[in-house]
């Protein structure tokens, strides 16, 4: 097992309860500077509620510790949590009317700071992180996901996380429903988020996305439970192989 002492983020014996459901069974994952982990499975395995459930779905029922560099964040609520440097990319994005883009990103910028932006370094920033994603300018004045494709909700998702510049990232299926152009621009987002300070887990089904960002490790989620892990060379296997080769580890409890 790694040594969890300089971790940006460690989880032990993680379980979540969604109602009186136990979704996630038994969870260890240690993730240090630098390292991108990649989360693979099956629809229904419960690799949406891992990542909620450590962000902090106030509906999830999480038992656990969890520390975020060195700190235990167990009990923290999910402002809490991002307010110290952790951050979740949601695999379905809210739309929030009425609140532009720039007011969301200045908001959330400043609480994560611990003081307010000013407005011209915070919109030389903001546009700067926008060319970084191909993303027109207008963007910053609609209102947050209102009326976006599926493609435009991603990029925001990476826009936030670039302007946040978090300790410990989740992003939930940031690749689902993007066509290759759209990939590559989020890719290249997620990598130039990718310092040798931060620590990335990235949840998603298939390879295509790890063609362009490399994951360090790769585990296999199944029924609620991490079975297998390995290098990049796991996620190849599983998409020549599928999931199924794998399911005597997954009732027997896991790797």
Known sequence: MTDSTNAVF???????????????KGVDLTVMPGEIHAIMGPNGSGK???????????????????????????ALSADEKARKGMFLAFQYPVA??????ASFLRAAVSARRGAEVPIRDFRKELLARMADLDMDTAFA????????????????????MLMLQPRFALLDETDSGLD???????????????TPEV?????????????????HVVHVFMDGRIVRSGGPELALELEERGYDWLEPAAAAGGA
């Open 96 to 101: 929030i009317p009425g609140v532009t883009v």
């Open 48 to 74: 949406s509620t891992l990542a909620n459930g450590l962000m902090g779905h106030p509906l999830y029922t999480v038992e656990g510790r969890l520390t975020l560099a060195g700190e235990d964040v167990s």
């Open 180 to 194: 290759i152009d759209a990939l590559k621009v989020v890719s290249k987002g997620i990598n130039a988020a990718s």
């Open 199 to 215: 620590g990335m887990v990235l949840v998603t089904h298939y390879q295509r996305l790890l063609n362009y960002v490399r994951p």
């Open 141 to 160: 004045g609609r209102y947050l996901n209102d009326g976006f494709s599926g493609g435009e909700k991603k990029r925001v998702e990476i826009l936030q």
């Open 10 to 24: 460690s989880c032990a014996d993680v379980h979540i309860w969604v109602g009186e459901k136990e979704v996630v």
